[in-house]
């Protein structure tokens, strides 16, 4: 046993899979399955991974079926207390369970429409509640992102341009481990699974809403604990009206008189007329009503009724109309055979069933079913229909099998070509016949052993068949045409409408079946031949593409039994092998390409090409349509899934196709013509090329397709690749522009703080991707440099150079119209110049408000600006090189760095005493104050605010301070609670008594 479990616990998903291919299971079944399996168990990860792999591929009812499923067993998963499990939950679980259950909703079945659309209410009515919770290991809110987002985009055109007030609750922050159970508790009680007590029903959803309402109300959200309170009302009363009909009617009616009953019941008939639904359930509380009055008459009576309320239901689903067959006597239901076997979705046990019910002869019946498939309307494929001809000859009595011979003669005068298909059919006939008087009387013979394996008393029946195959095909299946009917095969045909997915019963029992009879014919080549013909029966699809693996497996078996003295027929063998190993191969391509929705004519014409195709498929057009806003990835197709799998089929080495691919898009089509700009604010990147570059369009095509490339790896990986690109310095091909096309690409696939997570902070892609610019305008030039030649180059201005811009400086300012200068242009010179102090000073100078602080602002933003202004304006104070508007650069520096907080830049270089000084000035320390505190830096805090009492102290009041006994402790929290910045208190230190205590008193 422990090794059962051990070799249990190896299996993996790729073992699955193969084993499923192997016993002939779809792999969209098993995702399925798969991820049902996971959800029950609460392996929620892999539950949304299997779910997200089957709405990516084509949806449809069955498709929609699972997923609602899956998302039902998510939601009893997510009842119970999973966050206290220690399970890490994905990040976007909750928008993955409310897309998994719209997808079921647009694309299920009829019957469960109203399940899936209570369904998705409920799960987007738990996410509204999510919503308002914080968001786990994150530390932060939706409400602070949703905040940020209305931040970012403050020019809201709908608050724009109405006028409106809109309610919005302010409610608390709740804990989602409280909330998340119950919320997903509702959503399972609410959609009633297997409950047939309604009291229990109604007490489980009842209790659920019950507590999450109070909770709700309790924290301020009235407005959605009204929601769930409407919800639960309604389906209380739902619940209730659906079953009151059938729970209550046969309850009440015992409490009448039987006529009055009976009357009642007649009625409510009569009014149902031919709506079948409602005549059913009329019936059974008919017949439940005669049992409880003991009432034989109407028993029958309403067991007739409820038997055509059935037949009228069956009869619609197949598309046979009857007005109202509860007016239909018994003779004209018998008419209603010959509608019932023309229609192409009855079955034999529809047919057997509605014999059974209105006692019509069976063999009738099936006669003129076989008459009807055997007669077919259409050349379409046979495959099917021969399987219902057998299942329907099996249940004909013998008296019947010689109205058969007149139906295969009144086949061959509806069609003269078909001699082939009835001498086919008589010769079954006759076989059946004896299969069924067949009786060994003598024992084997040494023959009969020598090719078959037989029981003691009957000849094998699958030796029997395939003796007559043997019989029937031997004279078609010449080895000289092979080579015509495999070229058939590839006939030019609308490969879109073929069926590429196989039907149920031929992908279980149909060919696995065929096949191991083929294995088991003792001579190899007929079996190969056999299945040749057989192949070449089927349509082209899905079909045809496992047919075509069973003559590539016989195929092989021939060739690799030929003996060495058989040269000729191994020759015949290997040739017939890789005709059909190629074959069977382009097929499967095919089946990949349209199953994935890549039926374009040029894809599929690259088919015996896989390489070529390969290379073809990261061209597509849909590569572009990802990278556009808001588009429905899982609409497109999956590039990266249909690669791997021709990959897998040819075994092509996918990773160097991909690294060539990355070779010829990574450089620009014509790099001497390049001309790039960028333009940052803060650490938001754009890297444009020049508009009127007729290469510009190919380009950026280019590199979107390497992003996509990309991101089929890991993150970490395909970061470790672009660092190494980058890098580069050994190969030519690599020059300056690429290395800035692989920024871009870094740029695209991870954020800045991730790509410093991972790069150990070591490099300054920013501070790169400025030099590599300035590199290739300098190639443009004509004055290449190497980036280490070019950071050995670079060098501060000169004493010259600098008096020189700084004497350009003062002439600005003395300039009696600078307003009509180009100050903005002036401040970009001497950013470029690195004197940002006589850029500010000249920004300063701008007279629209909005655009001078919107520049002032984008200045100070830079990397290393702050310092550098501040360390120019102090060696020139040293220096008494006086500059206009120094002291307005220096406050406005101040002021900035007060405004968002960046004392620390102060503080490691040495300006702490001039911009205490200023904020005093200013009287504005409470940021600074704030920042000591939050830092514990006490005896700091008390200091400043000793400063600021001195300083802001009238004459008057100078006694009164120095006289003034109160401890440090006491003075900072008087300051606080009179500066409204009474939630700093926590940050001082307290004694054991849980009095204040500071430096002051000790």
């Known amino acids: 046993m422990k090794s059962v479990e051990k070799t249990t616990e ?16 779809k792999r969209a079944t098993l995702n399925g399955q798969i991820g049902l399996a996971s959800a029950i168990q609460g392996n929620i990860r892999i539950a949304l991974q299997f779910a997200r792999e089957i709405y990516q591929d084509l949806p449809d009812e069955k498709t929609a079926v699972t997923l609602y499923e899956i998302c039902h067993a998510l939601c009893r998963c997510l009842s119970t207390d999973v966050e206290k499990q220690s399970v890490t939950l994905p990040a976007t679980l909750h928008d993955d369970v409310q897309t998994m259950a719209q997808l079921a909703l647009c694309h299920c079945p009829s019957s469960m429409l109203c399940d899936c659309l209570e369904l998705c209410n409920n799960v987007s009515r738990a996410r509204d509640v999510l919503r308002n919770c914080e968001s786990g290991s994150y530390s932060t809110t939706l409400r602070q992102k949703l905040s940020d987002d209305n931040t970012v985009s403050a020019e809201d055109p709908h608050k724009e341009w109405s006028s409106d007030r809109f309610f919005t609750e302010e409610g608390l922050v709740m804990d989602s481990s409280a909330f998340s159970p119950l919320v997903y508790k509702h959503c399972v009680f609410s959609i009633p699974s297997g409950y047939t007590n309604t ?4 007490m489980q959803l009842t209790r659920s809403t019950d507590e999450l309402i109070q909770l709700l109300s309790e924290n301020g959200h009235v407005l959605i604990a ?14 209730k009206a659906t079953h009151c009909l059938a729970n209550d009617a046969p309850a009440t009616c015992p409490d009448l008189d039987k006529s009055t009953a009976v009357g009642i019941l007649k009625k409510i008939t009569v009014r149902v ?13 008919g017949v439940d009503v005669s049992l409880l009055m003991n009432e034989p008459k109407l028993l029958a009576l309403s067991k007739a009724y409820t038997l055509n309320a059935e037949w009228g239901l069956k009869l619609s689903k197949i598309k046979i109309q009857v007005k109202n067959i509860f007016k239909v006597d018994s003779n004209t239901k018998r008419d209603l055979l010959s509608q019932l076997v023309s229609s192409k979705d009855v079955t034999l046990g529809i047919i057997q069933d509605f014999c059974r019910d209105y006692n019509v002869c069976l063999d009738d019946a099936l006669l003129l079913y076989l008459e009807k498939l055997l007669v077919p309307s259409s050349p379409a494929s046979h495959s099917s229909e021969e399987i219902s001809v057998a299942e329907s000859s099996k249940n004909l009595s013998d008296k019947q099998m010689e109205k058969v011979s007149r139906v295969v003669d009144a086949l061959i005068e509806h069609d003269m070509f078909c001699y082939k298909l009835a001498d086919i059919l008589k010769k079954g006939l006759k076989l059946i016949q004896e299969l069924k008087i ?32 043997k019989n029937m095909v031997s004279d078609h299946l010449k080895m000289q045409n092979i080579h015509c009917d495999v070229n058939a095969t590839t006939a030019v045909i609308d490969k879109s409408k073929c069926r590429w997915t196989l039907d149920k019963h031929f992908e279980e029992n149909f060919f696995p079946t065929i096949k191991s009879l083929l294995m088991r014919m003792p001579s190899s080549e007929f079996a190969a031949c056999t299945s040749n013909w057989l192949m070449m029966q089927l349509p082209l699809g899905a079909e045809k593409v496992v047919a075509l693996e069973a003559c590539t497996d016989l195929a092989k078996r021939w060739a690799t039994s030929c003996s060495e003295s058989q040269a000729e027929e191994s020759e015949k063998a290997k040739l017939m092998y890789g005709r059909y190993q190629s074959l069977h191969k382009r097929l499967l391509i095919e089946q990949i390409l349209l199953q994935n929705n890549l039926e374009e004519k040029d894809l599929l014409d690259l088919s015996n090409k896989p390489s070529k195709l390969v290379f073809k498929l990261y061209e597509h057009c849909s590569i572009q349509e990802r990278f ?9 197709p999956d590039i990266h899934k249909a690669a791997d799998k021709i990959g897998e089929i040819s075994g092509l080495s996918l990773g160097h196709i991909r690294m060539e691919l990355l070779d010829k898009w990574l450089p620009p089509i014509h790099q001497e013509d390049a001309d790039i700009t960028l333009n940052m604010t803060g650490l938001n990147l754009d890297v444009t090329l020049r508009e009127d570059d007729e290469h510009t369009e190919e380009d950026e095509i280019n590199l979107k397709r390497v992003i996509y490339l990309l991101q089929h790896d890991a993150l970490q990986t395909s970061l ?6 980058i890098n580069e310095n050994d190969s030519s091909k690599v020059t300056n522009l690429c290395r800035i096309r692989a920024i871009r690409c870094l740029f695209s696939l991870a954020d800045y703080a991730t790509i410093r997570n991972v790069f150990c902070k070591s490099v300054d892609f920013i501070d790169l991707l400025k030099k590599l610019m300035y590199l290739v305008r300098l190639e443009k030039l004509h004055l290449p440099q190497t980036l280490e030649s070019f950071n050995s180059s670079v060098a501060p201005l000169s004493e ?17 119209l600078t307003h009509e200068l180009d100050l903005h242009d002036l401040a970009n010179s001497y950013s470029k110049v690195g004197l940002p102090s006589c850029a500010l000073g000249c920004l300063l100078l701008v007279v629209q408000k909005d655009v001078r602080s919107k520049d002032i602002k984008e200045l100070l933003q830079r990397d290393g600006n702050i310092k550098l202004i501040l360390t120019q304006l102090r060696q020139w104070s040293k220096q008494h090189k006086l500059l206009p508007m120094m002291q307005q650069v220096e406050h406005t520096v101040f002021d900035f760095i007060d405004e968002s907080e960046l004392y620390d830049i102060i503080e490691n270089h040495g300006f702490v005493e001039r911009f205490t000084i200023y904020m005093i000035s200013r009287n504005n320390i409470n940021g600074l104050m704030a920042f000591l505190l939050k830092q514990h830096r006490i005896s700091e805090a008390s200091y400043l605010l000793t400063v600021y009492q001195r300083t802001q102290s009238n004459a008057n009041d100078s006694d009164h301070h120095s006289n003034d006994s109160r401890s440090d402790m006491e003075k900072i929290k008087l300051y606080l609670e009179s500066h409204q910045l009474s939630h700093l208190i926590v940050h001082l230190p307290q004694d054991t008594n849980g009095n204040e205590d500071g430096p002051g008193q000790s």
């Open 800 to 816: 010259e150079l600098t008096k020189e811009c700084l004497d350009s400086y003062k002439l600005i300012h003395k300039c009696p």
């Open 226 to 239: 009204l929601s769930y309170l409407i919800e639960t009302l309604s389906c209380n009363i739902q619940y």
């Open 720 to 725: 470790l690749f672009l660092f190494n690109y």
């Open 628 to 636: 556009k806003p808001r588009v429905m990835l899982y609409s497109l």
């Open 10 to 25: 190896r299996l993996s998903h790729t073992m699955i899979f193969r084993l499923a291919k192997l016993l002939g299971l």
């Open 438 to 469: 067949y009786k060994r009387v003598a024992p084997p013979s040494q023959y009969e052993f020598k090719y078959f394996s037989l029981t003691e008393e009957q000849l094998s029946v699958d030796t029997l068949y395939m003796l007559t195959v």
């Open 273 to 285: 007329g031919h709506q079948y639904k409602k005549a059913l359930a009329m019936g059974r509380i």
């Open 199 to 202: 009291q229990h029903y109604v």
